[in-house]
Nanobody
Framework: QVRLVESGGGLVQAGGSLRLSCAASGRTFGRDAMGWFRQAPGKEREFVARISWSSTSYATSVKGRFTISRDNAKNTVFLQMNSLKPEDTAVYYC????????????WGQGTQVTVSS
């Protein structure tokens, strides 16, 4: 059974930093795309960042502040979030393995990030 478990969320003041982790188990994702999404209250889930075998991509709203990385030996993907803003407050979800339909096949349960002003 494949599981993605996020950790590292919490409460931080504006301008602060957090590092999210997503540990995968049940299969390895070394060559697969993995991504981070977020969903704020009353809003739809939105793309944050993605890492593939050879490249990364970011939403415009986080580019220059967030960095996605992975440790294939630990089957883990990270999201370093700096210069956090109140509008970054959301539940952050990890996702892995984009299927033929362009959708991620696996999702974590989410971790809450709250940025106070």
């Amino acid at each position: 059974q494949v599981r993605l478990v996020e950790s590292g969320g919490g409460l931080v003041q504006a301008g602060g930093s957090l590092r999210l982790s997503c540990a995968a188990s049940g299969r390895t994702f070394g060559r697969d795309a993995m991504g981070w999404f977020r969903q704020a209250p009353g809003k739809e889930r939105e793309f944050v960042a993605r890492i593939s075998w050879s490249s990364t991509s970011y939403a415009t709203s986080v580019k220059g502040r967030f960095t996605i990385s992975r440790d294939n030996a630990k089957n883990t993907v990270f999201l370093q979030m700096n210069s956090l803003k109140p509008e970054d407050t959301a539940v952050y979800y990890c996702a892995a393995d984009i299927g033929a339909n362009g959708q991620y096949n696996y999702w974590g349960q989410g971790t809450q990030v709250t940025v106070s002003s």
